[in-house]
């Protein structure tokens, strides 16, 4: 039996760990900033927003419809004067129906506020949503960047090795300075912490990745490698901003919670207004004291006027504080603006930069792999020397991690750009 019991411990112990520990397979951008998005509390809490404030427009429907009541007393009536005491059955039945007729339009108000709020979460979720994929892209990406900086740190330190212990060969022949041997040292020692930094990096984003998804980073690769031309005209930064003002939800968000905040205040002044409903009452009355037992039935229909007059102020503080959300919100709505006009230009003009510097490193590799091809043909026919060939390939290297670093860094400034005009996330 005690044997049994450990087995059965070990293995509840490695069901628990397999269904604790993130799961691994290959993901496309498009995968991963999907479950990115399905996986976040954030979002989730935004959707539970969302359907709490669309509630409120049931709710602002409430005051256009009737209210009923029925009422029901059943007691008796004691009485007692001096020594003389008396006792009376009393019953009474009452049915109370109210139509608001006019409400100094504070109903209408009312509910186009709750209108403007639901519009406005939903425009807020869509961005929250928004967010968290370019969050996804931007780690997925990094990994791939860092993983390759990483590789080919250790390819430079292992040629670093070789090039510093020929360089001391030759130092202590005296065919090199000490100050060329120590510019060798200087230079694996800088590649040694770019090494380290790049592979803490590295692990940062891996951890944000998963963190987001709950996967690992797994089998991440490069999508085809974007056009600015499918976002509109490339060299039209000032069409491309316009695209972004008229498009991101986080401005759409906060214009239309603006709009709800003017509509409250139109609310809270139709509270100075008259009121208008229309009523029915009927009462069935039944007392052993009054009209001798018999029941006494009244109905009534009449129209009920109410003008406010003076409510201890509260109207007009009602009044004023939301005059000031609505100043508080427009105010909001224009920061909006101004962060998304500020981020689409910088980010349109950044992408253009890096598409030229692209291009530029793509040549520059090109060349640099065509000589360290001639340098190992000629190291081969000993037409040179093995640290020439390291020079060479170091070289080479270096100029690739410069083309891989801007490479990432423009596919993350097109995500970027798709953020911003509202199409990063298709499924939205």
């Not at 430079?156 to 090039?163: A, R, T």
């Not at 340098?375 to 991690?401: T, V």
């Amino acid at each position: 039996m005690p044997k049994i019991g450990i087995i059965a411990n070990l293995l509840l112990l490695s069901v628990i760990f397999v269904f604790s520990t993130t799961s691994s397979f290959a993901l496309n951008i498009d995968e991963a900033m999907d479950l990115g998005v399905s996986n976040s509390i954030e979002v989730q809490i935004e959707g539970k927003k969302t359907e709490y404030t669309a509630i409120s427009k049931y709710e602002a429907i409430t005051e256009f419809l009737p209210s009923a009541s029925l009422n029901y007393r059943d007691g008796d009536r004691r009485t007692q004067i001096s020594t003389l005491k008396d006792k009376q059955k009393d019953e009474v039945r009452t049915l109370n129906i109210s139509q608001p007729l006019f409400s100094g339009f504070s109903g209408v108000s009312r509910y186009r506020e709750s209108m403007y709020q639901t519009r406005s979460a939903q425009q807020n979720l869509k961005f929250r949503k928004n967010e968290i994929a370019l969050k996804v892209a931007d780690s997925y990406f990094n990994i791939l960047k860092y993983q390759k900086l990483v590789e080919q740190g250790d390819a430079l330190n292992e040629d670093y090795k070789k090039l510093i212990a020929l360089a001391k060969k030759r130092f202590l022949l005296k065919d090199i300075s000490y100050d060329e041997f120590s510019a060798y040292e200087l230079k694996a020692k800088k590649n040694e912490i770019d090494f380290n930094q790049n592979k803490i990096a590295l692990t940062s984003y891996k951890a944000a990745f998963s963190h987001l998804t709950n996967q690992d980073p797994v089998g991440l690769s490069y999508p085809e490698l974007p056009q600015l031309s499918k976002l509109g005209d490339e060299n039209d930064t000032s069409g491309f901003v316009a695209a972004a003002l008229s498009q991101n939800p986080k401005i759409k968000s906060a214009s239309l919670a603006s709009q709800a905040k003017k509509s409250a205040v139109l609310a809270e002044s139709g509270k100075l207004m008259p009121k208008v409903s229309l009523n029915y009452q009927e009462e069935n009355q039944k007392s052993s004291y009054y009209f001798n037992g018999q029941d006494v039935n009244n109905k009534t229909v009449y129209l009920n006027f109410s003008i406010p007059l003076f409510q201890s102020g509260t109207e007009y503080t009602g009044i004023a504080k939301a005059n000031k959300e609505s100043q508080i919100a427009n105010l909001e709505k224009q920061l909006s603006i101004k962060e998304t006009q500020r981020d689409a230009i910088e980010q349109h003009q950044k992408f253009l930069y890096l598409n030229q510097n692209l291009s530029s490193s793509i040549s520059a590799y090109e060349t640099s792999t065509k000589a360290l091809n001639l340098a190992k043909n000629r190291f081969a026919k000993k037409d040179i020397g093995l640290m020439d060939y390291l020079l060479q390939e170091i070289d080479n290297i270096e100029i690739e991690k410069q083309m891989i670093a801007i490479k990432c860094d423009y596919i993350i400034s097109y995500y970027n750009l798709k953020f911003l005009i509202d199409e990063i996330n298709p499924k939205n």
